[in-house]
């Protein structure tokens, strides 16, 4: 984002909004955080597990994504090292989400369309080998960048300085086409996952369920999976967006870039809590229990449930 451009003021309050957004989103997910390590009973559930790594995940990068954010009008111009570290691990996280809930769709779908095989299928081991797998499918995309500037530019550039966001730094016709084959690849793939497991998930939640009350909560329980989902995955089509409504409205530019910037990359990371905690009864349950001791506690005592306030 070009801060040169904005006052004072409209700086100050962007900042002050994606900070202030930023350490209330990342409360909230660390109280789910501390629940799970608190509790053996999620920390041996697949579930659980996959669910608990998207939160983490989202943490990291929402930490680095205002980090960058603030740096860019605190300091506009970054070592160009620092900044491809900064960029590859925020890149690496932003695209860890979608892969991730893919994962956590496959994993309800074996849950509830094949039962019998479940415990097999999504040991803890297994998911544990997924999450490494996910980081290796984003950690190679992000490596590449870094390649295609070694390859390309004198090693001198490493220490120049430069203003940092993605384009600038991987901004070469060879990283637009790694991110139009790469972005493609894991978009069609997501959504294929989403649209076939989610389906069969609500064939099964039909046939077993003849309360309507209930086939409605599994209905809207998958939309709103499919929701998040779908904002998590503006990750990778969100630069085409933003260049497209530039071109309309370049006046507009910061303005523009600032709110794809909360759309793609802050609001979804609330949607985490809010969708697998809250609708979960036992996540939402130790969560509350740790909220209020937090607040209205001020003594520590024992409680039969194991829960300590």
């Not at 609001?267 to 969560?287: E, K, N, W």
Request: some cysteine; glycine content about 2%.
């Amino acid at each position: 984002m070009n801060s040169s451009r904005d006052a004072f003021e409209d700086a100050f309050m962007k900042n002050f909004i994606a900070v202030g957004l930023g350490v209330i989103i990342t409360y909230i997910n660390g109280i789910f955080v501390f629940a799970f390590f608190k509790n053996p009973v999620f920390y041996t559930n697949p579930r659980y597990i996959l669910y608990t790594h998207l939160v983490i995940n989202d943490i990291i990068m929402l930490f680095l994504s205002v980090t960058l954010h603030v740096v860019s009008y605190a300091a506009p111009l970054m070592n160009f090292t620092l900044c491809s570290v900064l960029l590859f691990f925020t890149s690496t996280t932003a695209e860890n989400s979608p892969l991730n809930l893919a994962g956590m769709a496959l994993e309800r779908y074996i849950a509830i369309c094949k039962p019998l095989h479940h415990p097999q299928l999504c040991s803890v081991n297994r998911i544990y080998i997924l999450i490494g797998l996910i980081w290796f499918l984003t950690f190679v995309p992000a490596l590449t960048d870094i390649i295609i500037v070694l390859v390309n530019e004198p090693i001198s550039i490493f220490s120049t300085l430069v203003m940092c966001y993605t384009k600038s730094i991987f901004g070469s016709n060879q990283h637009l086409v790694k991110l139009i084959f790469v972005e493609a690849l894991y978009l069609s793939s997501v959504w294929m996952t989403l649209i076939f497991t989610y389906f069969k998930v609500l064939q099964a939640a039909k046939a077993a369920t003849t309360d309507q009350v209930s086939a409605r909560k599994a209905r809207n329980t998958i939309l709103l999976h499919g929701l998040q989902l779908l904002l998590c995955m503006l990750t990778y089509i969100t630069q085409f967006i933003t260049f497209f409504f530039i071109a309309l409205f370049p006046k507009h530019r910061t303005i523009i870039m600032y709110l794809s910037y909360l759309v793609s990359n802050v609001f979804p990371r609330l949607l985490s809590p809010l969708i697998y905690g809250v609708r979960d009864q036992t996540m939402y349950r130790h969560v509350k229990m740790y909220l209020t001791c937090n607040l209205f506690s001020p003594k520590v005592q024992p409680k039969a449930n194991g829960i300590y306030c």
